[in-house]
């Protein structure tokens, strides 16, 4: 398995959840990863992205309630959720950002997030 997500569940309204990704990609370190999405029908987007340096990007539906971080040693990357809104449900995945060093997309985490 080359990314194993884990976090998902269900939470109330306000309520915060840690996601983690741990990817088996060998150049982990020197990549720009990214936290998707795909709420129930609709297309997998990103809502969040860390680059090799550190440096974060957040959709603009999550800033200020969702922080990434990564931890190069583990080779993870985690999404802090705060605030949660049923607007947030949805599946869960990591990947590198760029199409051309990204692997196979794993099962992913699902969170679900009731009013």
């Known amino acids: 398995v080359q990314l194993q997500a884990s976090g998902g569940g269900l939470v109330q309204a306000g309520g915060s959840l840690t996601l983690s990704c741990t990817a088996s990609?060998?150049?982990?370190?020197?990549?720009?990863m990214a936290w998707y999405r795909q709420p129930p029908g609709s297309e997998r987007d990103a809502v969040a992205t860390?680059?090799?340096?550190?440096?974060?990007y957040y959709r603009d539906s999550v800033k200020g309630r969702f922080t990434i971080s990564r931890d190069n040693n583990k080779n993870t990357v985690y999404l802090q959720m705060n605030n949660l809104n049923p607007g947030d449900t949805a599946v869960y995945y990591c990947?590198?950002?760029?199409?051309?060093?990204?692997?196979?997309w794993g099962q992913g985490t699902l969170v679900t997030v009731s009013s």
């Open positions: 860390i680059t090799a340096g550190g440096t974060v």
């Open positions: 990947n590198a950002l760029t199409p051309g060093r990204q692997v196979p």
């Open positions: 990609i060998s150049t982990f370190r020197d990549i720009a």
